[in-house]
């Protein structure tokens, strides 16, 4: 039996009325997903435990089984061990967003405009790390480049508790009741002060304020923790799993799971990203002898956090086009029995640009079982069908059959 897991971050949706009251997985064409949906299993989960944020980490560790409350450490850890950093018992990980905030104001009265820098390449991103490392970095902290704006800095006995806002909550308001305070926060909001002063008049930035992109002309800090432990997943559930993902806070989850973790060249974590190579992965994968291959695929999440209503459908399409349809086409061309789940982690609906809590739409096909599903996988269909898991730790369970170890 093989086992394929597609995860489409962010795809779930509030009806928006430009679409016709409708949201984007109702007007997406996806015909491998509803010929799949009309015999599979289909229902509703709620990945996120009540009282925690709705994260990807908390989400993804939830889907793989593993329980956030136990397992959730923050989202910069489990990055930095994608990114190949060596963590010591003593030091905790930041998320470092490189932003856009606003050019009029001080920098305590500036706006938020935009959390990913119009999704800055990286290697734009890593000349401004690199100043700030030269700038703000010392014996006890250090910056180290991610992708796009995605970064991390890792600090020697840093506050691992510290509430941080995330700068995607709080996009195009006024960042003064959303800054560090007080004494914990003081050294937080002055390296996010003085990187202001570093980045705003960069090269770098001057040659995309010129060339009419936004700028990324401060750091924001978010999501601190210290090193992670996850139990294996082979151990677990006795199978052979990779993963792949743009996104190093899911490569981090499958590495400190065991699992092998896939780079894709292209693969940006945005609508435009290397579909064809992620299918391609997940087929060799497959073709090696992996049991499970885990798929997460950023798009639908970064298009609802910009707002871009059309591009979140594009995106969805685009994986239904050149992901879960090639995969499915050579799954079905073996000899082998084969089961697919494919869901969305959490919600990112249009109309707040940020992650909510509502459950999501799951679906199990088993190549061997017909069950009675939906003609098209809908928030809404897959919520008639009244079949609602309230913990997504139970997802594995479902798509192997296996009782975990």
Not at 306 to 334: C, G, H, M
């Amino acid at each position: 039996m093989k086992y394929l897991v597609i995860v489409y971050d962010g795809m779930a949706d509030r009806k928006i009325p430009s679409l016709g009251n409708r949201t984007p997985m109702e007007v997406a064409k996806k015909p491998m997903m509803d010929a799949l949906a009309k015999s599979a299993i289909i229902g509703t989960v709620s990945n996120v435990p009540d009282g925690m944020v709705p994260e990807s980490d908390t989400a993804n560790l939830a889907i793989l089984s593993y329980a956030p409350r136990i397992y959730s450490k923050g989202r910069s850890p489990l990055e930095a061990v994608s990114m190949g950093l060596r963590m010591r018992p003593d030091d905790t990980a930041y998320r470092c967003n490189v932003v856009t905030l606003s050019d009029e104001g001080d920098y305590d009265h500036k706006i938020i405009l935009d959390h990913s820098a119009d999704e800055i390449t990286t290697p734009e991103a890593d000349l401004l790390i690199r100043a700030l490392e030269e700038k703000l970095g010392n014996a006890d902290r250090h910056f180290y480049t991610g992708v796009s704006y995605r970064h991390c800095l890792l600090w020697k006995n840093g506050n691992d508790t510290y509430p941080f806002m995330r700068p995607h909550d709080i996009l195009g308001k006024v960042i003064t009741d959303y800054l560090p305070k007080g004494k914990e926060g003081e050294p937080f909001y002055r390296l996010m002060r003085d990187s202001y002063e570093i980045l705003k008049d960069h090269p770098v930035n001057v040659a995309r304020r010129a060339s009419g992109k936004r700028v990324a002309n401060s750091a924001w800090l978010w999501s601190p923790g210290k090193k992670p432990a996850l139990p294996s997943f082979r151990e677990k559930w006795g199978l052979d799993a990779s993963v792949i993902s743009a996104v190093d806070l899911i490569k981090g989850i499958g590495l400190c799971a065991g699992m092998e973790s896939i780079d894709v060249d292209g693969a940006t974590g945005n609508v435009h990203t290397n579909y064809d190579g992620k299918a391609n992965a997940a087929i060799d994968a497959f073709r090696r002898g992996k049991d499970l291959v885990y798929v997460h695929v950023e798009g639908p999440d970064e298009c609802g956090h910009r707002a871009e209503i059309e591009n979140k459908v594009l995106s969805i399409e685009l994986i239904d086009q050149r992901i879960l349809t090639p995969i499915t086409e050579y799954l079905r061309s073996t000899d082998e029995s084969f089961r697919i789940l494919t869901l969305p982690d959490h919600p990112t609906p249009i109309e707040i640009r940020t992650h909510s809590m509502e459950p999501v739409p799951f679906m199990i096909y088993d190549s061997e079982k017909n069950y009675d599903g939906v003609e098209c996988l809908t928030e809404d269909s897959a919520a008639s069908k009244n079949n609602y898991l309230s913990d997504g730790t139970l997802l594995m369970e479902m798509l192997t059959q296996k009782t975990n170890a």
